[in-house]
Nanobody, 114 residues
């Protein structure tokens, strides 16, 4: 059974940093596409960052240069390092795994205060 468990959310002041973790169980993520989405109140869920086999990464324009997605194969965990956080980054962040079928984590709240 595939499970994604996120951790690392919290509240931080603008300009600060947070690192989100997504621990994967039931499958080795390295051969698949994984990523992070976020959903702010009243808005649609949006793709933030993607990592593919071979460490090929892509980012939303709004986070380029500030966020970094990475994976640790030994820990079967994907990370999202978030720097220079802005109030508009406030959202629930979801870990996502694509196996043809989409798997989601439970979400973790990130709040950035001005």
């Amino acid at each position: 059974q595939v499970q994604l468990v996120e951790s690392g959310g919290g509240e931080v002041q603008a300009g600060g940093s947070l690192t989100l973790s997504c621990a994967v169980s039931g499958i080795a993520f390295s051969a698949h596409t994984m990523g992070w989405y976020r959903q702010a109140p009243g808005k649609q869920r949006e793709l933030v960052a993607v990592i593919r086999s071979g460490d090929n990464t892509n980012y939303a324009d709004s986070v380029k240069g500030r966020f970094t997605i990475s994976g640790d194969n030994a820990k079967n965990t994907v990370y999202l390092q978030m720097n220079s956080l802005k109030p508009e980054d406030t959202a629930v962040y979801y870990c996502w795994l694509n196996l043809g079928y989409d798997y989601w984590g439970q979400g973790t709240q990130v709040t950035v205060s001005s």
